[in-house]
């Protein structure tokens, strides 16, 4: 069973930083892409941030510059920075795992945190 676990968020002030981790646990032979989403309240979920494991990035235009992705595949984690926070970043943060194989000849599977509280006050 694969797991990810986010850590990091947290209440900051308009203008500060946040630093996310995700750490996937379990059997796992690959992950092609992790990434960061997010879903403020009564809106829909959001893409941030993804990285494959070939290192091509891909991030939302309202955090191109102040956000950055970053990914450990030695400790199977993937973490994101994030800098100049607005009030319009406050959401729940959630990790995914995608095109998870846990053997070489495993079909593709995806992975979801259980979110990650991101406030930021103005």
């Known amino acids: 069973q694969v797991r990810l676990v986010e850590s990091g968020g947290g209440l900051v002030q308009a203008g500060g930083s946040l630093r996310l981790s995700c750490a996937a646990s379990?059997?796992?032979?690959?992950?092609?892409?992790m990434g960061w989403y997010r879903q403020a309240p009564g809106k829909q979920r959001e893409t941030v941030a993804t990285?494959?494991?070939?290192?091509?990035?891909n991030y939302a235009d309202s955090v191109k510059g102040r956000f950055t992705i970053s990914r450990d595949d030695a400790k199977k984690t993937v973490y994101l920075q994030m800098n100049s926070l607005t009030p319009e970043d406050t959401a729940v943060y959630y990790c995914?795992?995608?095109?998870?194989?846990?053997?070489?000849?495993?079909?593709?599977?995806?992975?979801w945190g259980q979110g990650t509280q991101v406030t930021v006050s103005s």
């Open positions: 379990g059997r796992i032979f690959s992950i092609n892409t």
């Open positions: 995914n795992a995608d095109r998870v194989r846990i053997y070489s000849w495993s079909v593709d599977s995806s992975y």
């Open positions: 990285m494959t494991s070939g290192g091509t990035t």
